[in-house]
């Protein structure tokens, strides 16, 4: 990653817009055979986005629910001093940021899966290259909003309303024996015995 504008002031969550960086990525590419054109071909590549994905799912990993980005889009270029996107120093100049993306910005807080791109870029050298791409919006929260809407459980002990009446009842009684269980190798003291059955618990009751 080059870049990460950071978004979120006065939204329920962050979400950004990141750059990747691309002789790093475009080595990576060429090393997994995966054949492109340009920086906007290379970042549109579902790999490359699966890519940064994962990358940004570990740094959420480390943070606290209200730090972790909900959504990210890969820009098809890279901010620039020359649009203004930047300062010489490469400090973000968010103010540009915010105006120059607005419709992709408010795409983002909209919900929509995705925001369609058709724009001219310039180069250094004077010459310009017209984008028409579609950037997908990437949302992390997704998978677990999913499993919420079916009916699975977000947390232990959580009930899930929408199983069968059978499978509720089982769900009962295996929760009830492994909390049992539990309290009965708390009351023995066994700290490792007890990581263990704690683990076995979440996954029955889960």
């Not at 994962?54 to 740094?59: F, G, I, N, T, Y």
Request: net charge positive; glycine share 6%.
């Amino acid at each position: 990653v080059a870049e990460a504008v950071i978004l979120g002031a006065g939204r329920e969550y962050l979400a950004s817009l990141i750059c990747i960086r691309y002789a790093v990525v475009a080595k990576w590419a060429e090393k997994n055979r995966i054949a492109f054109t340009t920086y906007s071909d290379l970042a549109s590549k579902p790999a490359v986005v699966e890519l940064v994905r994962k990358e940004v799912e570990k740094v959420n990993a480390g943070l606290t629910e209200v730090q972790r980005i909900a959504k990210f889009v890969l820009l098809y270029k890279e901010l620039d001093a020359d649009d203004g996107e930047l300062t010489r120093t490469r400090k973000v100049r968010r103010g540009v940021i915010n105006e120059k993306y607005a419709d992709l910005i408010g795409t983002i807080y909209a919900g929509a899966p995705s925001h369609r791109v058709d724009t001219v870029i310039r180069f250094q050298d004077g010459t310009t290259q017209r984008i028409r791409t579609t950037l997908p919006v990437i949302d992390l929260t997704a998978a677990p909003a999913t499993l919420a809407a079916a009916g699975t459980r977000t947390r232990l002990g959580a009930p899930a309303p929408n199983l069968p009446p059978h499978l509720m009842d089982r769900l009962r009684i295996s929760r009830k024996f492994t909390l049992i269980g539990l309290l009965v190798l708390v009351a023995l003291g066994n700290d490792d015995v007890v990581r263990i059955s704690w683990l076995a618990a979440t996954v029955v009751v889960w």
